[in-house]
């Protein structure tokens, strides 16, 4: 039988060196925009277009456009049918004459617009900070009930509490990951984080915490079933049991996901490459450190109990 947590050491290594990277790619972002990730309008306050154009539009050339007028990093998404040509534009704030330089730019260039159905808003900084705070309260809180969970799941497994700190060390790992790839893609491909960033972040959350509690469930299985062998074999033969079903479960996935990103629009991207590197990280994380974590623990403290019956 293959022993993967005997090999814990070269794991954690390895994603000891992908946490450093993140980490030094946050710090880098830091020094150049003042974040760990680059902030988009959602959270520090902008303008916000919707514009019903009269003939098909490029997304590329509305984003050129806007570019042209000292308004760079612009997010173009499509609203409703394509038949209806429908964008929404979220920008910078931008004043009242910029608006009507805009659209007439808009017109001459791109099409022309329904001028009745224009609609033109600004979010203030003040709620762009609202809207950051409630996104860490809502990652606190994911948290709390992870662990809340796990430990109430497996309250009749011994030491029940080290199975929720596991997961949370596994959930830690996912989001420094993502963090600091989202962080490189804001430097290198000016990505900024929005509402659909924060989706992604929630989403990794919960990607943290499925293939962890079907490891844990087969562990919780197999303790009565191998009360004869070490606690460290029993992790590693869950791990064997389950691995096939969590790699076919997540494969599938990431092959629609990377779909999207090879066909999909331009605005959606960040959002699915997200969750894809956080995907990829959670199926990692799961079999490659937080159950040989748990065994690590349980060694641990059989060890110093040990000690102590000798003293």
Known sequence: MFNIVEKRRWYFTFSGILIALSIAVMVISTIQFGQPVRIGIDFTGGSIFVLTFDQDVNEDNLRSLFADYGIENAIVQPLGAPEEHVWQIRTREVTANEVGSLLVALEEHVGKIDRDALTFDTVEPAVGSEVARAASLAILVAAFVIVAFMW??????????????????????????????????????????????????????????????????????????????????????????????????????????????????????????TMLVGMVSETYAAIFIAVPLLAVWEKAAVRRKMARATV
């Not at 600091?180 to 659909?196: H, K, N, T, V």
């Not at 004869?228 to 064997?240: A, C, F, M, T």
Request: aromatic share 14%.
């Open 152 to 273: 109430f799941s497996f309250r009749r497994v011994p030491n029940a509490f080290r199975y929720g700190v596991c997961t949370i060390v596994g959930m830690s790992y996912n989001l420094i990951i993502t963090f600091g790839f989202y962080s490189l893609m804001g430097i290198l491909a000016g990505w900024e984080a929005d509402a659909l960033f924060l989706t992604a972040i929630l989403t990794v959350i919960g990607f943290s915490v499925q293939d962890v509690i079907v490891v844990f469930d087969r562990i919780r299985e197999n303790i009565p079933r191998h009360r004869n062998e070490p606690y460290e074999k029993v992790v590693n033969r869950s791990i064997l049991e389950t691995i096939h079903r969590s790699l076919a479960t997540q494969i599938n996935a990431m092959f629609v996901m990377i779909a999207v990103i090879l066909f999909g629009g331009a605005s959606i991207k960040p959002f699915i490459a």
